[in-house]
């Protein structure tokens, strides 16, 4: 499986934003897809995720409310949309595919994007 995301770019806070993954390669019902993020000099940390097959999705506390994740199984695309940014979501945000299970840990996670910038003005 390969992951190309896309759509970051640099936002004032309250704005929002449209991330997309497009997987290339079979995805599985029981996959599940997700994104995380990373900002400079942290660790890459759990943002969202969803069940390929049901569409079921949970989220981190952090963006509860404010982000959606979605997927378009025809296109074989993932969505994140990100509304009422803060200065806190800037970061490099990556998408990925977890073979087996609902994991937030990013060693659950099998493959992954090469990132999209999210730079959000305060």
């Known amino acids: 499986v390969q992951l190309q995301a896309s759509g970051g770019g640099l936002v004032q806070a309250g704005g929002s934003l449209r991330l997309s993954c497009v997987a290339s390669?079979?995805?599985?019902?029981?996959?599940?897809l997700g994104w995380f993020r990373q900002a400079a000099g942290k660790e890459r940390e759990f943002v969202a995720a969803?069940?390929?097959?049901?569409?079921?999705?949970y989220y981190a506390d952090s963006v509860k409310g404010r982000f959606t994740i979605s997927r378009d199984t025809g296109k074989n695309t993932l969505y994140l949309q990100m509304n009422s940014l803060k200065p806190e979501d800037t970061a490099v945000y990556y998408c990925?595919?977890?073979?087996?299970?609902?994991?937030?840990?990013?060693?659950?996670?099998?493959?992954w994007g090469q990132g999209t910038q999210v730079t959000v003005s305060s």
């Open positions: 990925s595919v977890d073979l087996g299970g609902w994991g937030t840990e990013p060693s659950e996670y099998e493959y």
């Open positions: 969803v069940r390929w097959g049901a569409g079921r999705s």
């Open positions: 390669g079979r995805i599985f019902s029981s996959h599940v």
